[in-house]
């Protein structure tokens, strides 16, 4: 089957999914994208680019298409009456996006979500947490309309939309995989996410800086995608921690899994998180990983780690994170092993099939 793949923000964990989908899928993946940068004009304005490099008669080039949901289809699809039934994919939705510093709420941008569904021939969201966010901020939204308010839009969602979660690579790394097990004297914290404000590096550097100072010994590698204007909280960490810092940048894959395979602890402290594909990987690495319960992450974890994996408030952060530190590397291990196991249930060999099905049956 062939597949037209589109995504408008080509980066981050969208340029992953995309990539390693498309390697994995056993159809024909054809991808067109943009760079992720602007995702206000991606959201607004990109249907008009994307109908020019759609290729003509697109209904006899593809049987299927797969966009990302940062685009106006119900436009596209205006402009490109001939593309063949979509899945819409939805990585986020702008409804519960935490807002930037300076930034106002704006429900256009979520509007468009709510259209993009509508306009699909199927939509999925890559959680549970994910699509019940949007549907809860849409209903509260259509309560507040002056007038013209249609009846009937939130069971059109729910009966559009489903729930496929997205996929990993499987871990490369054999020499690195085989160097920890050798006993580490100091273990090591990872930090694997995007240096911006809705990952809150605020509250997990405050945490790491708080155990130095009670002589918790650690390294710290930073990893994630940079940017020129990152929070200032980078720099802060820098100044504190620079005697614990081993790595920070934003290294190529064969070195980024190597560094996860040589950590002890993976730390989210993010404000937003649909899936949490950063800290599946480390965890499928053999990080034990401490994360906030509101989010995504006990919907992906197994139920057996809730107790030792989720914290709800800054002391509990402490107190779980300084607990697992203070364990020899002999003791961390019998807590990461089975979970890095069943990691495995996140692989593309397991959940490219899924999507594949999912496309089979629009087509």
Same mark, same amino acid.
């Given at each position: 089957?062939?597949? /037209?793949?589109?995504?408008?923000?080509?980066?981050?964990?969208?340029?992953?999914?995309?990539?390693?989908?498309?390697?994995?899928?056993?159809?024909?993946?054809?991808?067109?994208?943009?760079?992720?940068?602007?995702?206000?004009?991606?959201?607004?304005?990109?249907?008009?680019?994307?109908?020019? +490099?759609?290729?003509?008669?697109?209904?006899?080039?593809?049987?299927?298409?797969?966009?990302?949901?940062?685009?106006?289809?119900?436009?596209?699809?205006?402009?490109?009456?001939?593309?063949?039934?979509?899945?819409?994919? +939805?990585?986020?939705?702008?409804?519960?996006?935490?807002?930037?510093?300076?930034?106002?709420? @704006?429900?256009?941008?979520? +509007?468009?979500?709510?259209?993009?569904?509508?306009?699909?021939?199927?939509?999925?969201?890559?959680?549970?947490?994910?699509?019940?966010?949007?549907?809860?901020?849409?209903?509260? /939204?259509?309560?507040?309309?002056?007038?013209? !308010?249609?009846?009937?839009?939130?069971? %059109?969602?729910?009966?559009?939309?489903?729930?496929?979660?997205?996929?990993?690579?499987?871990?490369?790394?054999?020499?690195?995989?085989?160097?920890?097990?050798?006993?580490?004297?100091?273990?090591?914290? !990872?930090?694997?996410?995007?240096?911006?404000?809705?990952?809150?590096?605020?509250?997990?550097?405050?945490?790491?800086?708080?155990?130095?100072?009670?002589?918790?010994?650690?390294?710290?590698?930073?990893?994630?995608?940079?940017?020129?204007?990152?929070?200032?909280?980078?720099?802060?960490?820098?100044?504190?921690?620079?005697?614990?810092?081993?790595?920070?940048?934003?290294?190529?894959?064969?070195?980024?899994?190597?560094?996860?395979?040589?950590?002890?602890?993976? !730390?989210?402290?993010?404000?937003?998180?649909?899936?949490?594909?950063?800290? !599946?990987?480390?965890?499928?690495?053999?990080?034990?990983?401490?994360?906030?319960?509101?989010?995504?992450?006990? &919907?992906?974890?197994?139920?057996?780690?809730?107790?030792?994996?989720?914290?709800?408030?800054?002391?509990?952060?402490?107190?779980?994170? &300084?607990?697992?530190?203070?364990?020899? @590397?002999?003791?961390?291990?019998? /807590?990461?092993?089975?979970?890095?196991?069943?990691? %495995?249930?996140?692989?593309?060999?397991?959940?490219?099939?899924?999507?594949?099905?999912?496309?089979?049956?629009?087509?």
């Amino acid at each position: 089957m062939r597949v /037209l793949f589109i995504e408008t923000f080509y980066g981050g964990s969208h340029k992953t999914f995309a990539d390693q989908y498309a390697e994995a899928s056993r159809n024909e993946i054809h991808l067109i994208t943009l760079p992720p940068r602007f995702w206000k004009w991606r959201q607004a304005g990109s249907a008009m680019r994307l109908s020019q +490099l759609i290729p003509p008669k697109a209904d006899t080039l593809f049987d299927v298409v797969i966009a990302g949901g940062m685009l106006d289809l119900a436009h596209l699809k205006v402009l490109r009456p001939d593309l063949p039934p979509v899945l819409l994919y +939805l990585h986020e939705n702008q409804f519960d996006y935490p807002l930037g510093p300076g930034e106002k709420i @704006d429900f256009r941008y979520g +509007l468009v979500d709510v259209m993009n569904i509508l306009a699909s021939d199927k939509a999925a969201f890559n959680s549970s947490y994910n699509r019940n966010s949007l549907m809860t901020e849409c209903g509260k /939204l259509f309560k507040r309309l002056p007038d013209a !308010i249609p009846s009937d839009v939130p069971a %059109k969602l729910e009966e559009k939309s489903t729930v496929l979660y997205p996929g990993i690579a499987p871990m490369t790394g054999t020499q690195d995989r085989n160097a920890r097990r050798q006993e580490r004297k100091i273990p090591l914290v !990872i930090w694997n996410h995007r240096h911006e404000h809705d990952k809150n590096p605020e509250a997990a550097f405050d945490a790491l800086i708080r155990l130095a100072r009670r002589s918790v010994r650690f390294e710290l590698a930073i990893l994630g995608e940079n940017f020129s204007n990152e929070p200032e909280a980078f720099n802060r960490a820098r100044r504190h921690l620079s005697k614990q810092i081993v790595f920070d940048g934003y290294p190529e894959r064969i070195r980024y899994n190597e560094w996860l395979y040589k950590g002890s602890v993976v !730390i989210s402290t993010a404000m937003q998180e649909n899936f949490g594909l950063s800290v !599946i990987e480390a965890a499928a690495a053999g990080c034990w990983p401490l994360m906030p319960r509101r989010l995504a992450y006990p &919907e992906v974890m197994p139920q057996w780690v809730s107790g030792a994996c989720f914290w709800d408030d800054g002391p509990s952060l402490d107190a779980k994170l &300084e607990k697992v530190l203070r364990l020899s @590397d002999s003791e961390r291990r019998k /807590l990461t092993s089975p979970l890095s196991s069943w990691m %495995k249930t996140y692989e593309w060999t397991v959940r490219a099939p899924l999507i594949d099905d999912v496309l089979e049956r629009l087509s």
